[in-house]
């Protein structure tokens, strides 16, 4: 493998380009891409050998890449490697590891990484605050998330949308859709413009209580915000129409989805196909 990366390197050099730190993250970010991870190992080694000092960076890469791989025994031991023999681990490092952490369940070690962030010396960012927030909500800790929330107000943090639609859909996805509802109307008051992400996330919720109607004028106002919908924010809306039995409606918005360039999903499709088909509501209600 680390053949194929010399390869690479020796082809730069005939092409008189000297490989520096930034050429081999990106060889190792494109072998992260890939899902071949030995080999972006392989390049990093390569690097060390080759007399350059990979940055925190090179190790961020890697420590993603690892992550992304779902590798994450391998990314914890890169992680106390670069702790000990430097680069000293910047708030990205111990983002990634934490929102990789939450995202496979390892809810504890998720925790361990923000006490070895807030011990290293390192201030929590809108971004850390935003992962461990949803983090939080996936993981069934409605009242921790809330009390999260709050001192994140309370501390005079900058909250962005990210933020803002984390908080909006776990309300959603724990049954508080009216507080949900306040919330996103509040945004604008707040100076903050909702997107597309965050459009979604409210219709759907709107769709999970029944309240198609709402939902469906929550939709057609996205022009009036200058936000379009895109094909998610379509099948989350059709599918709440036929769930519903707002039949034609939903027909109708597929016809103009299709128009744009969009494609239903399978969810949207099978409902479509039981619709056509005969099925029985009760079998609709189910997808």
Known sequence: MIFEAL??????????????????????NGYCLQNKMNKARQVLQLMIEKGLAPDIVSYNTMINGFCKAKRLDEAVELFHEV???GPIPDIVTY?????SMFQLGRVSTAYEFLRKMLASGQ??????????????????????????????????????????????DGLCKAGYVDVAKELFYELLEKG??????TYTIMINGFSKERLSDEAYQLFRSMGDSDCLPNS???????????????????????????????????????????????SDKSILMKV
């Open 7 to 28: 390869d690479m390197v020796d082809t730069m050099r005939k092409q008189d380009i000297e490989p520096n730190v930034v050429s081999y993250i990106a060889l190792m």
């Open 192 to 197: 903050l413009k909702p997107n597309v992400y």
């Open 83 to 85: 702790s000990q023999k």
């Open 123 to 168: 201030v929590p960012s809108i971004v850390t605050c935003s992962i461990l927030l949803d983090g939080l909500f996936k993981t069934g800790k409605l009242e921790e998330a809330l009390k999260l929330f709050q001192s994140m107000r309370e501390s005079g943090m900058k909250l962005d949308i990210v933020s803002y639609s984390i908080l909006i």
């Open 232 to 278: 998610c924010c379509y099948n989350v809306m059709i599918r709440c129409l036929l769930r519903n039995s707002y039949n034609l409606k939903a027909t109708q918005l597929l016809a103009e989805m299709v128009g744009k360039g969009f494609s239903a999903d399978i969810c949207t499709a099978t409902l479509f196909v039981n619709l056509i088909l005969g």
């Open 95 to 99: 983002n990634i590891l934490m929102q």
